[in-house]
């Protein structure tokens, strides 16, 4: 499993040269922290997101859940998913759910 997940870090990685430069310190965050279950496009594709049941964030109900949801789930953590209040400040949290919003489109 731990193989795999580098394996599939590493492909990931390798893929993300071309994301924009807009959103820089939300992207930096989704790609040390987030990208690993939800994958670099959000579909939530990898192995580890899979496992977990991560539903993509371009679903409905995901796209029309509103800012402050996103922001309380990954604040307070939901399912499987943890929390992050004590890794990320509010304004890393608001940057990386203003991150998620390019990935739903
Ligand atoms: C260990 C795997 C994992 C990591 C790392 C992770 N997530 Fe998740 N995430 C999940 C899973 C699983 C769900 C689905 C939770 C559920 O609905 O049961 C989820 C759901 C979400 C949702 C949707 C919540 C909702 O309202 O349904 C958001 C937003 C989200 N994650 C943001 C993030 C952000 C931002 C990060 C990085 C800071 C992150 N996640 C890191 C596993 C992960």
Not at 18 to 46: F, L, N, P, R, W
Not at 71 to 100: C, E, F, H, R
């Amino acid at each position: 499993m731990g193989r795999y997940l580098v394996a599939a870090a590493i492909t990931i990685m390798s893929a993300s040269g071309t994301i924009a430069a807009h959103a820089q310190t939300g992207a930096e965050t989704y790609k040390a922290k987030c990208m690993m279950c939800h994958a670099v496009d959000g579909s939530a594709s990898t192995p580890a997101g899979k496992a977990m049941k991560a539903i993509p964030f371009s679903s409905p109900d995901l796209v029309k859940a509103s800012d402050a949801d996103l922001i309380a789930a990954t604040t307070n953590g939901k399912g499987k998913m943890p929390a992050y209040t004590s890794k990320l400040t509010a304004p890393q949290i608001k940057d990386v759910v203003a991150y998620i919003r390019t990935l739903q489109k």
